[in-house]
């Protein structure tokens, strides 16, 4: 028999913000100017976890699998945006990000649902997508400041090669490459040692609940390997749809602010 979860009270929730002001003092004696964002940070994510928290208790209790995926597109618009933010300078990047993380995360969490990887039940697509959208989010604003940053330092060798007779595709095949690896790295490297140097979220929260150490290991396999496919797709498909904005109707790369 488990043994039931206790769960901090709302006077253990207050209690917690000596640890925000532990960090806040820290943050004043060092001089490091971060003191007002650290608090304002805090402050956000205690009032936006209760309005979610809220939220989720209507979708959970009335809208069924319908609100639940209506509450994923609405985690992806905002993913997008911040995303490309990310990867300002990139013409277009707010729409080629918002493309990146929805094509990843559609493919991705329908899948888990069409195969039967996992529930329809709300309380399951809610926050299994909310994983899917958030690792899609980090590879997409990696992969398009990468891009940023090669189309502007490797602008002579793109011209080069675009003089040479290549495509635009073909002269900037190598920078899309370099901008894919580098979004997917984070993942590989988190896949590679799970369970050795950290317990992830999914596994973490299962064991808390109570459940068996090895049915939470299953999941966290199937999150593990939901988040490479998320990561991989959003990447690639950002690239692609960011790649075509940065060339003209000639094949000439436009110019990128700093």
Known sequence: MTEQLSVPGWP?????????????AIAYRQRLHLTRELLIAA?????QLVAVGA?????????????????????????GQVAGRRGRGVPRARRAATI???TGSAITLGALILLGVISTQARVVVP????????????T???????????????????????????AREAF????????????????????????????????GLILAGVDPLTAIRY???????????????????????????????QRLVPLPD
């Open 43 to 47: 402050t956000r994510a205690g009032a």
């Open 55 to 79: 939220i989720l208790l209507i979708l959970f209790r009335h809208t069924g699998l319908p609100g639940a995926l209506a509450w994923v597109v609405f985690m992806v618009l905002i993913a």
């Open 100 to 102: 990146g993380v929805g």
């Open 128 to 139: 299994v997508g909310g994983m899917i959208v958030s690792a899609a989010m980090q590879a």
């Open 173 to 204: 095949l190598p920078h899309r490459r370099s901008a894919l690896r580098t979004a997917m790295i984070p993942t590989i490297d988190a896949t590679k040692v799970v369970g050795l140097i950290s317990l992830p979220g999914a596994m973490t």
């Open 220 to 250: 966290q396999i199937v999150v593990m390997y939901m988040l490479l496919a998320a990561t991989a797709l959003a990447a690639l498909t950002a690239a692609r749809v960011a790649e075509s904005y940065l060339f003209d109707d000639a």
């Open 12 to 24: 253990g929730v207050a209690t917690s913000l000596v640890l925000v002001a532990l960090a806040a």
């Open 141 to 167: 604003g990696i992969a398009l400041r990468r891009l940023h940053e090669d189309a502007r330092n490797a602008r002579p060798a793109i011209e080069a090669r675009l003089c040479l007779g290549l495509s």
